[in-house]
């Protein structure tokens, strides 16, 4: 007869682990960019915007892009389920940039945790003002996380990969650090 375990599952918080990411962790990253963007951008970018991107994670390009980012990813039980990166922005350097949220199950809070985590570190370096360019599948995860639509363009990442995205902004309280805890 089986037995019943007292303790009670863990949370996403015991079970989610967050840390740097390394140059080790970069084909982990290329395969969770290239199935996410595959799998949960269906109707919000075309087949051709998804082939250009999916080309681009796979060249050094994508490695010299990710590079500049301080970037994070969410590990469970070992594998590599979410990233998030962000760099300063903006013309003047005052806005802290969320480049890029990368989850491999949706709905699950991972990409809510990643974002507290990007948010929390940026206001810790001294930035109010975050800004994220958002392929429309995700700009309603952005909205029910406090980010406003400012407007809709192009995120050129390379010349030959753009995708259409609609910009959101959020300031933080001042003086006060976003919620997350800091592994």
Same mark, same amino acid.
């Given at each position: 007869?089986?037995?019943?375990?007292?303790?009670?599952?863990?949370?996403?918080?015991?079970?989610?682990?967050?840390?740097?990411?390394?140059?080790?962790?970069?084909?982990?990253? #290329?395969? =969770?960019h290239?199935?996410?963007v +595959? /799998? %949960?951008?269906? !109707?919000?970018?075309?087949?051709?915007?998804?082939?250009?991107?999916?080309?681009?994670?796979?060249?050094?390009?994508?490695?010299?892009?990710?590079?500049?980012?301080?970037?994070?990813?969410?590990?469970?039980?070992?594998?590599?389920?979410?990233t998030?990166?962000?760099?300063?922005?903006?013309?003047?350097?005052?806005?802290?940039?969320?480049?890029?949220?990368?989850?491999?199950?949706?709905?699950?809070?991972?990409?809510? #945790?990643? =974002?507290?985590?990007?948010?929390? +570190? /940026? %206001?810790?370096? !001294?930035f109010?003002?975050?800004?994220?360019?958002?392929?429309?599948?995700?700009?309603?995860?952005?909205?029910?996380?406090?980010?406003?639509?400012?407007?809709?363009?192009?995120?050129?990442?390379?010349?030959?990969?753009?995708?259409?995205?609609?910009?959101?902004?959020?300031?933080?309280?001042?003086?006060?650090?976003?919620?997350?805890?800091?592994?």
């Open positions: 007869m089986a037995q019943i375990s007292s303790t009670p599952p863990a949370t996403l918080d015991e079970l989610l682990k967050v840390r740097p990411i390394g140059l080790d962790d970069f084909a982990d990253i #290329r395969s =969770l290239a199935t996410a +595959r /799998a %949960h951008t269906l !109707g919000a970018l075309s087949e051709e915007e998804v082939t250009s991107f999916v080309k681009l994670v796979g060249s050094p390009d994508y490695s010299a892009l990710l590079l500049r980012e301080e970037l994070y990813g969410g590990w469970i039980d070992g594998e590599l389920v979410g998030v990166s962000w760099h300063a922005g903006g013309s003047t350097g005052a806005t802290a940039t969320i480049s890029g949220i990368f989850v491999r199950h949706i709905k699950l809070g991972i990409g809510r #945790r990643l =974002l507290a985590e990007a948010e929390t +570190r /940026a %206001h810790r370096s !001294g109010d003002l975050l800004s994220a360019g958002a392929t429309a599948n995700a700009v309603p995860f952005f909205q029910r996380l406090g980010y406003e639509k400012v407007s809709r363009g192009v995120r050129t990442l390379t010349h030959d990969c753009r995708l259409p995205v609609t910009f959101l902004r959020k300031r933080l309280p001042p003086g006060r650090p976003a919620h997350a805890p800091l592994n």
